[in-house]
Nanobody
Framework: QVQLVESGGGLVQTGESLRLSCATSGFPFEYYCMGWFRQVPGKERESVAVLSNNDKLTYYADSVRGRFTISSDIAENTVILQMNNLQPEDTGIYYC?????????????????WGHGTQVTVSS
């Protein structure tokens, strides 16, 4: 059974940091492309950071590049999103997702497995 469980969200002030973690099981993590997506009310779910475990390539949305870092622990089947210098516009529900694609993919449609999400709120 495939499982993705996010943790680490919360309420922080502008400029602070959070570390999101996604523990996975039930699929060959080391061959998957892993993504962190953000959703806010009234908007489509957007990718903020993606990592291909296959070739270690990454993608970052322009709005988070230089502040967020995605990484994975293959031994623990876990993907991490380190978020620094958080801004109010980073507020949203953050979802971890897994794609069978061997390359970096940024569109939600390519992802077969999803976690339930964790809320991140950044106050100004």
């Amino acid at each position: 059974q495939v499982q993705l469980v996010e943790s680490g969200g919360g309420l922080v002030q502008t400029g602070e940091s959070l570390r999101l973690s996604c523990a996975t099981s039930g699929f060959p993590f080391e061959y998957y492309c892993m993504g962190w997506f953000r959703q806010v009310p009234g908007k489509e779910r957007e990718s903020v950071a993606v990592l291909s475990n296959n070739d270690k390539l990454t993608y970052y949305a322009d709005s988070v590049r230089g502040r967020f870092t995605i990484s994975s622990d293959i031994a623990e089947n876990t993907v991490i999103l380190q978020m620094n210098n958080l801004q109010p516009e980073d507020t949203g529900i953050y979802y971890c997702a897994a794609s069978t694609m061997a390359i970096v993919v940024t569109t939600a449609d390519w992802y077969e497995h999803w976690g339930h999400g964790t809320q991140v709120t950044v106050s100004s």
